[in-house]
């Protein structure tokens, strides 16, 4: 057996994994004055990744991470239709202006394992 026939298998293998991958992170938004989650992982999202790794662009984890990253500021980092306003119940005078990409960019680590695991890619 040679180890192009391994390397094939396993993209087939990784082909069917991505296609039954489920992804879902969820972060608060704001939708007709009512505070709602919301799932930031595209659909397309796995396809691109998949895409990405075929072609060599994503070949570690940090290149998955900062592909993420770039997907999820672009989307979601300072746009008005993705901030909150959040008020401590006791401190009135200390509100503060969230969005989506505050809420996902401390969990960027996580995000990515969670993708590695989901879609059971070769990375590490």
Request: glycine share 2%; hydrophobic share 35%; aromatic share 12%.
């Amino acid at each position: 057996m040679d180890c192009d026939d391994d390397e094939v298998r396993a993209t087939k293998r990784h082909k069917m994994r991505i296609k039954n991958a489920n992804l879902e992170w969820y972060a608060l938004y704001e939708v007709n004055g009512e505070i709602k989650y919301r799932n930031i992982i595209r659909p397309e999202f796995k396809k691109e990744i998949s895409k990405r790794i075929k072609n060599g662009k994503i070949r570690s984890y940090k290149d998955l991470k900062e592909y993420l990253k770039r997907e999820f500021m672009y989307y979601y980092w300072s746009k008005v239709e993705y901030e909150l306003i959040v008020i401590p119940m006791f401190c009135k005078d200390k509100l503060k202006k969230i969005d989506v990409w505050s809420q996902l960019e401390p969990n960027l680590d996580k995000i990515t394992k969670y993708v590695i695991n989901e879609m059971n890619l070769p990375i590490k």
